[in-house]
């Protein structure tokens, strides 16, 4: 133990010094230096070094139980226990920069508009790609005011399939999110878009939008937040694993930064309970519908 904090230190202080204050011989110090480590000695140093590796990959966002996901998905002879991990990461003070508190958001309704009834009622499950999806609107600060964002999620692959950001609330956000989704997918007869009561989604212009592809629309109910529960949880990951930990100067900024978080890290590589702990794209990849030949 002696030995090793010397070699933890030795930039810091002099050996000699250290080996003097800890009663140790620097010959003793050196030729500890030389030894082959231990197997025991190796298997925790490459634990160590996975566990960084892949903390450092996700951001500083994984805690201890993707980060063993992670490292098996890897290497697939390999298992290694969420102990292992959450003790590794105690000694090297490695801390996930997630918070634990899930608090929804709210959107303003318009009471001219009659909402669509809640035909998904909370049923977050599909066993195929673009027969459910869900939408809502989150806003995020920079240096020169509020900018909003407006996302569309696959709920079969928890996927980001359209987003749009804006520094204005108007119809545009959520229809350039709409249009997004629709012409990356294309999706086919019998899609559920759902979304909460908010004024751009009741609006005239959104709605003949559905009308048009024959979506059945679906509306939370007043004041249940709940009812759009998959899609809160999304704009909760962005915020406390990404957003609340940078600062933004304007929209543009903003746009960059949600494009890293959405389309080169959520979608490809972010793990999910839900999935398995896959991404959303290797999700996809793993559960392509078998093309028929004729």
């Known amino acids: ?66 980060i063993a996901e992670a490292i098996e998905q890897q290497d697939q002879l390999r ?63 920079t240096d020169t005011g509020w900018v909003y964002l407006a996302v569309v999620l696959d709920l079969f692959s928890r996927k980001i399939v359209g987003w749009s950001i804006s520094q204005s609330l108007a119809t545009d956000l959520v229809a350039d999110a709409l249009r997004q989704a629709i012409e990356s997918r294309q999706p086919g007869p019998g899609l559920i878009h759902h979304s909460d009561r908010g004024s ?17 629309v679906s509306m939370s109910r007043k004041g249940c937040c709940y009812d759009n529960a998959v899609c809160e949880r999304f704009f909760w990951s962005l915020k406390n694993e990404w957003a609340n930990h940078r600062s933004y100067a304007n929209l543009e900024e903003t746009r960059q930064s949600m494009f890293q978080y959405i389309e080169l890290f959520y979608n490809r590589y972010r793990l999910h309970q839900a999935l398995g702990y896959v991404s959303p794209d290797a999700f996809e990849t793993d559960h392509a519908p078998v093309m028929k030949v004729a």
């Not at 991990?85 to 918070?99: D, F, H, N, P």
């Open 79 to 141: 298992s290694i226990c969420r102990n292992t991990v959450s003790k590794a990461m105690r000694e090297m003070s490695l801390r996930s920069c997630v918070a634990k508190t899930f608090k929804p958001t709210t959107t303003q309704a318009d009471p001219s508009k009659t909402p669509a009834p809640n035909v998904l009622n909370q049923d977050f499950q599909t066993d195929d790609p673009d027969q459910k999806w869900v939408t809502d609107i989150t806003y995020l600060p």
């Open 200 to 216: 751009q989604y009741t609006s005239d212009r959104y709605q003949s939008i559905l009308r048009g592809l024959k979506v059945t």
């Open 1 to 66: 133990m002696k030995y090793q904090w010397i070699r933890q230190h030795r930039e810091a202080f002099s050996v000699t010094v250290m080996c003097d204050v800890l009663k140790v011989s620097d010959s003793g110090y050196y030729d500890w230096l030389k030894r082959k480590p231990s197997p025991r000695v190796q298997r925790t140093q490459k634990i160590h070094e996975d566990v960084r590796k892949t903390f450092e990959q996700s951001g500083g966002i994984y805690g201890s139980r993707k």
